[in-house]
Every structure is written in structure tokens, then in C-alpha cells.
């Protein structure tokens, strides 16, 4: 199998020059957490930016210096392994595709799990037990926006799971949640809310619900997590199947979910990316 046979062709991006609110805005828009960066006026590719650039140069605005220049890159005709490989080893979500070098496509997590895993008949009728985070990051529905956040990224996931008092899962808030919250800021506050030369901005529970560390990077409404967590959220057990959970993470176009015992109780989380060396395995047989 190669690139070409499981990338998408239709693809978002950001020009250069551009700013950090480009970013953010179309981040906002589509949901999606990193996009390929081109000269303006063609599809050269000359960089990547995803909202961890972001996050670590808060007090950047101008793309070019926001992005990371010379990325990764497959092309149509790579094999599927060889894509495999780099996004396990660098822990990629995504990879531009080119062609001389001008921008195809993008290959991602879920494109990939859904050609080799999702009607694999040996692999993919595999239980996921095995593949499952027993290590799970939560917090207390109680929790503010601002400080749910933090603790996110000091946790190096993309969503969380909430907890009810009695301990019981409640819901669930991603990354996707927190941009999609604060796209009337990014759309209707942009002077106000990235200023590029302010480093003066504090941070606090309040008046300013910025998200820590970042000043000007996204504002939260002043809100506890249960006022905006997705409550009917998508779960499995242990047994559910490989090729069943592929299918809905990808129908649901979520990348992580809790697993739960049969009693309700949580278990652990299952991640798409922990499934990328089950599709190598797999290709490795062909």
C-alpha cells in the first residue's frame, strides 16, 4: 500500500507571510489541530505549524517564525510503512505529502488506521485490551476552563477525562473543545487578544481567563468544565474489536475515548496513535 492509497487530496493550509491569527482562526474553523504551511501564491511547502508551536512561542505572531521549517514529508508513491515509521518514531499525528515539492496531500492517524486496520479480518478482529492507556488524566467537573487546560498540556494529551463527585466519568473535553470555545475571542478580540508585544499579560481566574503560559494565544470563557464538556461521550470495554473501534473513532472523528468495565467503572483510555505499530505489524506481513 502507498501514501497515495489512504491520503486526502483536499487540503487546508496557511501562507506565508501570515500571522498567528491566521492559524488560530482556521483552527478554529475546521477543527484540526495543525496545518501544512506554502509561499503564498503556489503550494510550496516550507513548513508546518501545529498548536504546540503555538503554545511554545507565545510571544511570536509572525507564522514564519511560529513554524517548523523543512518538515517531514512523504509522496504519493512512499509505502505506507515508510510513513508508519516516521510518525511512530517523531509521534506525528500528520504528514504533509508532496510533490516536487508542492503540496498533494496530508496523510494522518486516522486516514492510515482506517485503510489497515478498520476491515483487517486478523488484526483488526483483535480486542483492543491490549492496546489500552491504563493511566488516565482526569479532572473534577468543577474545574475551570483555564486550569483543566493547564493540566492537559503538562500532561502531553489532548483531552481529558471529567469526573463526577462520586468519582463516576461525567464527560469528556478535548483540545477540539477548548478552540472551538474560544473562536468568538479569536474572531471578534484578535487586537485585543494578541498584541505581539505585551508581555505584561497575567494570567488569572477572572477578569483575564487567558490560558496559562500562552497570554495570548486563546481566551476561555470564565466557565467550570461541566458547563462545556461533552457529556454524551463515545466509550468502549475491552473486547470491543479493533476494526469497531477504528471505525468509530473515525465516524465520530475523535482520536481518544475511555474504555469502561462492564459495571461502568473506568479503566483506562484508548488512543488512536497506540494503534500505529499494530498497523505496521500488519503491513509488514503483505
Keep these: 500500500m502507498m501514501v497515495k492509497d489512504c491520503m486526502q487530496s483536499d487540503v487546508v493550509y496557511v501562507s506565508v507571510p501570515g500571522t498567528r491569527e491566521d492559524v488560530l482562526q482556521l483552527m478554529a474553523e475546521k477543527q484540526i489541530n495543525g496545518v501544512p504551511v ?20 507565545a510571544d511570536e505572531n509572525q507564522l514564519a517564525m511560529l513554524m517548523v521549517r523543512d518538515p517531514e514529508t512523504v509522496t504519493p508513491r512512499t509505502d505506507i510503512k515508510t510513513a508508519l515509521k516516521i510518525m511512530i518514531e517523531k509521534n506525528f499525528r500528520r504528514l504533509p505529502v508532496v510533490e516536487k515539492n508542492e503540496l498533494v496531500g496530508l496523510i494522518s492517524v486516522p486516514d492510515i488506521l482506517g485503510a489497515t486496520l478498520e476491515k483487517d479480518k486478523k488484526y483488526g478482529s483483535m480486542e483492543i485490551s491490549n492496546f489500552v492507556t491504563r493511566t ?8 475551570p476552563l483555564p486550569l483543566s487546560y493547564m493540566i492537559m498540556e503538562m500532561a502531553g494529551k489532548n483531552g481529558l477525562v471529567v469526573l463526577g463527585e ?15 470555545l474560544s473562536e468568538v475571542t479569536v474572531e471578534n478580540n484578535i487586537s485585543q487578544t494578541f498584541s505581539g508585544t505585551d508581555s505584561a499579560v497575567d494570567w488569572g481566574w477572572t477578569s483575564k481567563d487567558f490560558l496559562v503560559v500562552t497570554k495570548k494565544l486563546l481566551r476561555l470563557p470564565s ?3 461541566e458547563d462545556v464538556m461533552t457529556r454524551n461521550i463515545i466509550s468502549f470495554t475491552e473486547i470491543t474489536t479493533v476494526s469497531e473501534c477504528v471505525k468509530t473513532l473515525r465516524n465520530e472523528e475523535i482520536d481518544q475515548a475511555p474504555v469502561l468495565s462492564v ?19 500488519s503491513q509488514s506481513e503483505d
Aim: hydrophobic share 45%; no cysteine; aromatic share 4%.
Design 38 to 57: 506554502v509561499k503564498k501564491g503556489t503550494k510550496l511547502l516550507v513548513g508546518m505549524v501545529t498548536r504546540t508551536d503555538l503554545l511554545q512561542k
Design 166 to 180: 462520586g468519582g463516576g466519568v461525567t464527560g469528556m473535553i478535548t483540545v477540539s473543545d477548548f478552540i472551538r
Design 136 to 143: 488516565v488524566n482526569a479532572v473534577w467537573e468543577k474545574t
Design 263 to 281: 459495571t461502568g467503572g473506568l479503566i483506562g483510555m484508548i488512543e488512536d496513535q497506540e494503534l500505529l505499530h499494530l498497523a505496521l505489524e
Design 223 to 225: 466557565k467550570a468544565v
